[in-house]
């Protein structure tokens, strides 16, 4: 049994798992695209690629099922971390029977160290009060700086380090980016580990926010790929493919699977379309290149510490490439949050500043197809475009046969894998709780034997409703079509009902891109796979189905401490998380108690979010402002003098009216200002979550009034939340409201 008295294997390796977000399997250079991605091939080229790796086809439960080797429905992440349920399959709350891989590294004498995206906390679980034992360091890891939601701001994220809420270093103005700090920290963590404990093993998870949306990178590096892909999506996917086939990544003989009729395409496009679109993923593949550099930074760190031979490296991207920006991308993510419309004209005039400090962009859907290549669709279906990507391993003294595998592999087999190599025998107990069962199985047998048999050849496969399943040579899969993207919803061709699901059969040992249905030509097997899934599904967990956000809100658990219609909020505390803020969807007032000095003062008395999604007030040239920013609109009121010495109370109002909502400001008992939109009030004003600030802000500003901290110069006292109407969200909003992961 480890009790974390051990003292790890004489040689046992360094394990270091670096997990891309949105990532498809055609886009890393090694995979066939023509994105420099320098770092990562090298890695290849050195190492394995893996042509059949699986995962779950969406964020959180693809996580959890590296970090604990078993189903994600068998521990309760069936969907989204953000969204905790009753339903066994979906607490999103991984349980002591299941201990992940950093705690059994730990207790066999590794240390551990996370940095990045974390996503495996519950809503309600995520303020400065915690609880904190699904927050990193309680699920095993002794170091954490990174994000703890589902995306982040590039410019501007919410950060964490260990159990507390920090600032970036500096601002975007001042050169910041998210990737480059995560390389930074963890470069600083295992530098720092390796030099105050020599000889002692790490595991490093790095986890970025890259590539998922928004796709934040400075302009130089998209600007490297003007023009090249003018081309459009079908040449591209085309040439594409052909570079799989040669470099053996995909086998001699695949079929390249058809364009779908909710795809244009590109020749169809207007000029000022594929001007657009094209700019898209010249952002993109700089984001995917700026990625790769910080990498190399790590990389080139465990060179210089000569350790990198004994480091057991795994690659790997979350899920395929994601279609939540739409038939036509979008300059700000937020707007399906708001349900607004992109505007081609609207998009067009912010081209230059794609990828820049002001948007919260994602490209258009026709590029997360071509991503996928050779495959059909995409993130959040469990067809191959949204279960199988790109895995490489690198580890020179423990892989002698460098290339290509074509096993089978799936998430699950990942933590088997890591504790063969280090020589941990998985614990029957932990804390005295019994484990349960490990679904994966070892992928060592293939480092050295291109050979060897796969390591098992059954999986099944659920997500949003979209089911399929692995069974030896065959694979079926449903067409059903799952809620939360409006586009999808609306285009795309399949089943709505789950008792109308059709099941499509492959033989995927010869049909390598799941391109060829046969199911009416064995119906047999059809049927045989069908009864295997519901076998899976009742051994692990995922029943009840559902196929989107507004199913899952009936079984939802309330917090253990449920945030009051009213909270008080002082200077001295700090942020607040708006996971510990009332929320505004249904409107209400926020007032700021304020000590104003003799000049009117200056300076940002609340704020929330950003020009991209957010509110607050503020002081500018002694005269109060009230500003909302919501996708599409920016209102702005501002009274019509200097205020007035003394004690005064500033107040915010945001009210539901004839389906959009009014905006006023009020000083004391007077109404300055007043401003009408028929743009309505979101359930979250930031996908990365975000936080109150009092007497000052933080990150990016909410106007161009000023620029952050701007320190109110006066005396902030106190913030009031009112909420009006605490509405249980409309299913409608619900499907889109938290649907970026």
Not at 24 to 39: R, V
Not at 176 to 203: C, W
Not at 238 to 253: D, I, K, L, W
Not at 314 to 329: C, K, L, P, Q
Request: a negative charge; glycine letters at 10%.
């Amino acid at each position: 049994m480890l009790d974390g008295s051990q003292r790890a294997a004489t040689g046992a390796p360094n394990v270091v798992m670096i997990l891309l977000d949105d990532l498809g399997f055609a886009q890393f250079g090694c995979y066939g695209s023509d994105i420099a991605t320098p770092t990562i091939d090298r890695l290849a080229g050195d190492g394995l690629r893996y042509s059949r790796f699986h995962v779950t086809a969406l964020c959180s439960p693809t996580r959890a099922s590296l970090l604990t080797g078993r189903n994600h429905h068998a521990v309760g992440m069936g969907f989204l971390a953000d969204i905790p349920t009753t339903d066994p399959g979906y607490t999103a709350r991984i349980p002591a029977s299941a201990a992940t891989l950093p705690r059994i590294l730990r207790d066999a004498g590794y240390n551990t160290l996370a940095v990045g995206k974390w996503h495996l906390l519950p809503r309600g679980e995520r303020s400065s009060a915690g609880p904190y034992d699904r927050w990193p360091l309680g699920l095993g890891f002794e170091r954490y700086y990174g994000f703890l939601r589902g995306d982040a701001n590039h410019w501007a994220p919410e950060l964490v380090r260990d159990n507390s809420y920090v600032e970036p270093l500096k601002s975007a103005a001042e050169g910041y980016h998210l990737t480059e700090d995560l390389a930074d920290e963890a470069i600083r963590m295992v530098v720092n580990q390796q030099q105050s404990a020599v000889g002692k093993p790490f595991f490093l998870y790095f986890a970025t926010g890259a590539m998922h949306a928004p796709h934040h990178v400075e302009r130089s590096w998209a600007d490297v790929y003007r023009g090249q892909f003018d081309i459009g999506w079908d040449r591209w996917r085309e040439q594409v493919f052909a570079h799989q086939v040669a470099s053996g990544v995909v086998p001699a003989g695949t079929t390249l699977t058809e364009r779908p009729p909710w795809v244009a395409a590109w020749d169809s496009l207007t000029a000022d379309e594929r001007r657009l679109y094209a700019r898209m993923h010249e952002v993109y593949a700089g984001f995917l290149s700026h990625t790769d550099a910080q990498i190399g930074r790590l990389i080139a760190a465990l060179e210089q510490l000569g350790v990198l031979d004994n480091t057991l490296i795994f690659v790997m991207s979350d899920n395929g490439a994601s279609a939540e920006g739409g038939v036509h991308g979008t300059a700000n993510e937020h707007r399906f949050t708001h349900q607004v419309p992109d505007n081609l004209s609207e998009n067009l005039e912010r081209l230059d500043d794609w990828g820049g400090i002001h948007g919260y962009p994602h490209y258009s859907w026709g590029w997360a197809w071509a991503g996928n290549t050779p495959f059909r669709l995409w993130k959040r279906y469990t067809w191959l475009g949204g279960t199988r990507v790109p895995m490489i391993v690198h580890w020179p003294q423990g892989i002698d046969d460098a290339g290509v595998r074509g096993q089978f592999g799936h998430a699950v087999d990942i933590y088997p894998t890591v504790l063969e190599a280090c020589g941990i025998t998985p614990p029957q107990t932990v804390d005295g709780v019994v484990q349960q069962r490990v679904d994966g199985a070892s992928l060592m047998p293939t480092f050295n034997n291109a050979d060897a048999p796969d390591p098992r050849m059954n999986q099944y496969f659920e997500m949003l409703g979209s089911r399929s399943i692995v069974s030896g040579a065959w694979k079926a899969t449903t067409d059903h079509v799952s809620q939360g993207v409006l586009d999808e919803e609306q285009l795309m061709t399949g089943s709505r009902e789950f008792d109308n699901d059709a099941w499509s059969l492959f033989h995927i040992e010869s049909d390598f891109s799941e391109a060829h249905d046969v199911a009416d030509q064995h119906p047999e097997i059809v049927r045989r796979l069908e009864q295997e899934w519901w076998a899976e599904a009742g051994r692990n967990n995922v029943l009840p189905m559902a196929d989107g956000l507004a199913q899952r809100l009936g079984s939802s658990v309330p917090r253990e401490y449920a945030v009051p219609a009213q909270l008080l909020v002082r200077p001295e505390g700090g942020p607040v998380s708006d996971d510990a803020l009332p929320m505004l969807a249904g409107g209400g007032w926020i007032f700021a108690e304020v000590e104003v000095p003799a000049d009117g003062g200056q300076g940002v008395l609340f704020a929330l979010g950003d020009w991209t999604g957010g509110f607050g007030a503020y002081v500018s040239e002694g005269r109060p402002v009230v500003a909302v920013c919501l996708p599409g609109v920016d209102i702005v009121l501002r009274g019509p003098q200097r205020l007035p010495e003394g004690r005064h109370r500033i107040a915010m109002g945001m009210h539901q009216v004839d389906g959009g909502t009014t905006i006023k400001l009020v000083l004391d008992d007077d109404e300055l200002a007043a401003e009408h939109t028929p743009i309505g009030l979101p359930l979250a004003w930031q996908h990365g979550g975000t936080s109150l600030t009092l007497g000052a802000d933080r990150g990016l500003p909410l106007t161009s009034d000023y620029t952050p901290p701007y320190p109110w110069t006066g005396t902030l006292h106190s913030v009031l939340l009112s909420t009006g109407r605490q509405l249980h969200p409309d299913p409608a909003h619900a499907r889109v409201a938290l649907q970026v992961d």
